[in-house]
C-alpha cells in the first residue's frame, strides 16, 4: 500500500513562497491523476490542485495564478509551487490521487501564512 511523504511546509510572511515536495514510491505514481488536498483547522479536506499523466493541470480558483503543482514520474516525486501566499492558505497539505481509491493519507505538512 502506498502512503505519501509530504514535505516542505513552514511558517512564512504574507506574500512569499514555498515549495512542497511528495514522495509516493512505486510504479504506479506514473500511471496516477495526483493531486494536493489542504485542510485547514476546523474544515473539510479540499483539492486545490490536480495535474494527470500528461501534466495537464487544474486549479481551484482561489489558488489560480499563485499554486504550480508538477510531477517527476521518474522518481515518483509531486510538487507544489506555491507563491504570493495569504493566510488563508494556512493549512495541512496532503498529496493524493484524485480519482479511484485513495491512499492511505501521509501525515501532512503544515502550512502557516502571517499576515
Known amino acids: 500500500q502506498v502512503q505519501p511523504v509530504e514535505s516542505g511546509g513552514g511558517l512564512v510572511q504574507a506574500g512569499g513562497s514555498l515549495r512542497l515536495s511528495c514522495a509516493a514510491s512505486g510504479s504506479i505514481f506514473q500511471f496516477n491523476v495526483m493531486g494536493w488536498y489542504r485542510q485547514a483547522l476546523g474544515k473539510q479536506r479540499e483539492l486545490v490542485a490536480s495535474i494527470t499523466r500528461v501534466s495537464n493541470t487544474n486549479y481551484v480558483d482561489s489558488v489560480k495564478g499563485r499554486f504550480t503543482i508538477s510531477r517527476n514520474n521518474a522518481n515518483s516525486i509531486l510538487y507544489l509551487q506555491m507563491n504570493n501566499l495569504k493566510p488563508e492558505d494556512t493549512a495541512v497539505y496532503y498529496c493524493?490521487?484524485?480519482?479511484?481509491?485513495?491512499?492511505?493519507w501521509g501525515r501532512g505538512t503544515q502550512v502557516t501564512v502571517s499576515s
Open positions: 493524493n490521487k484524485v480519482t479511484g481509491t485513495l491512499w492511505d
